[in-house]
């Protein structure tokens, strides 16, 4: 069966597996699919990927953990598909941007993935002007490995947003 998932809404694509097992018991059933929820429903030695090498031929390789045991975001950054990240490229772009800025070991500080401001008033604000509010922003509630909390932080950001809302220029600030 070739892309098994195709159509199904995620939901019934993490329950597909399951389904086509019991209705054909004793048959041997090749499925091939691009969903991670799919993937992550294969038993242990059912999961296989296929990768064209350099010579243009196809390789076969056999995963060889239980996908059960994977959350999805660990499904899609494995070696079954092979991507970097699991965020949107808009955030993984906007990323990127603030880690070639030549300020960031002065300024800002990237830990585990997750972007960390240490001084927020030496953020780039540039990076915040397309921010209509907070939901627009990749922040998360991980950020305690900075030491800063994590309320404060929402509100100096929303501060800024203002800021920029109504095109005033910040100030420079000393670090209290």
């Given at each position: ?7 199904l ?21 090749i ?33 060889q ?50 972007l ?18 907070l ?42």
């Amino acid at each position: 069966m070739d892309e098994i998932a195709l159509h199904l809404h995620p939901a019934w694509q993490r329950v597909i597996l399951q389904s086509i097992g019991e209705l054909f018991k004793n048959a041997q059933i090749i499925i091939t699919t691009h969903s991670p929820f799919v993937a992550q429903q294969a038993s242990y030695a059912e999961l296989y990927t296929i990768i064209r090498n350099k010579a243009n031929d196809l390789d076969l390789f056999h995963y060889q953990n239980d996908p059960r045991k994977l959350l999805i975001h660990q499904i899609i950054m494995s070696d079954i598909f092979g991507l970097s990240t699991d965020e949107s490229v808009a955030v993984e772009e906007a990323k990127n941007k603030i880690r070639k800025d030549p300020r960031k070991n002065e300024e800002i500080i990237i830990k585990s993935g997750d972007l960390v401001v240490e001084n927020l008033e030496a953020m780039p604000l540039k990076e915040l002007s397309d921010v209509e509010n907070l939901s627009d922003l990749p922040l998360n509630l991980y950020s305690y490995e900075s030491g800063i909390d994590y309320k404060q932080l929402m509100d100096k950001l929303n501060e800024e947003i203002k800021k920029l809302n109504n095109n005033d220029t910040p100030k420079s600030k000393s670090r209290e």
